[in-house]
Every structure is written in structure tokens, then in C-alpha cells.
């Protein structure tokens, strides 16, 4: 359930990467596909069996970093759901590449015409390691600049 708003302004990373392909047997009519409860098909009186099918999720940070190590360095950002994209921000509180934002007290953050690029740059310096890994793993992995809002 949702209810906490996530505000993040600064840095972030954008991975495109393959959807996560699984195929399942479900119990169905092989004829009437939509017929998957009972033991007996009402519109034709097969037999339901296990038919394989091919299930698509979206992947996700932990499905491309699953590995403890990286488990604390970045956060997903639920701001898509295509299929094949990913954004990330970083988990690193006394840096550069990110605003802080509070949702509880009147705040002004002038952004300036050089942020973008710094904070990218502090980004990467700061998550080599998890980029290069993602690189490795991933379609395309694109450091951008903006604002983003999730509900987690
Ligand atoms: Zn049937």
C-alpha cells in the first residue's frame, strides 16, 4: 500500500535493461485460455491441464543488483512502468548529487545553471562501482537530471 511520497530533485540514473521473461504453468481449458478455475472447462468439458505461459515483469534494481553490497547504495525510483526501464537515485546523504527536500517545514533550493552537470559528475564518482556493474548488466545505463516523485 502506498503512502509515503518521495521527492527526489538532483541526479539520477536511468537503465534500460531486458524484461524478466518466466514461464509458469497455469491450469487451464488448452481451448477456452480465460477458463482457469475447477477441474472441468463449463464451456467445453475438457479436463483443465498445466499450460506453460510466458509471464513478462518489468526488471527491477534488485533483479540487476541483487548482490548485498549494493543493496543500500541506490534506491528505485517507481516512477514507470514500462517494461524495460529502471530509474535509480543514491542512497548517499553528505553529497552533492542530490537536493534535500523536506515535505514538513518551508524550504528554497535555488538550482543553478551548473547543478546538473555537477551533480551528475559527483553521481558517478560516487557510484562507480555500482554503474560499471550495471553497465555489465544492463541495456543502456544514462545519468540524468531532474525531479522525481514515487509513492512507496
Ligand atoms: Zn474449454
Redesign the pocket.
Known sequence: MSSELNIHVGAYVEITAEPIYEIEKVLM?T??RD?KTGVY?P??G?KLQLVPVTEVRQPSLYTLLPEDEYTDRLSEAEVSDDLDVVYAVGNWNGDETKLEISRYVATLNEITPDMPARFIAAFNAEYADVLAVLRERATSVEMKFGVLTWWS
Open positions: 481449458c481451448m477456452h477458463v472447462c464451456k467445453c475438457s
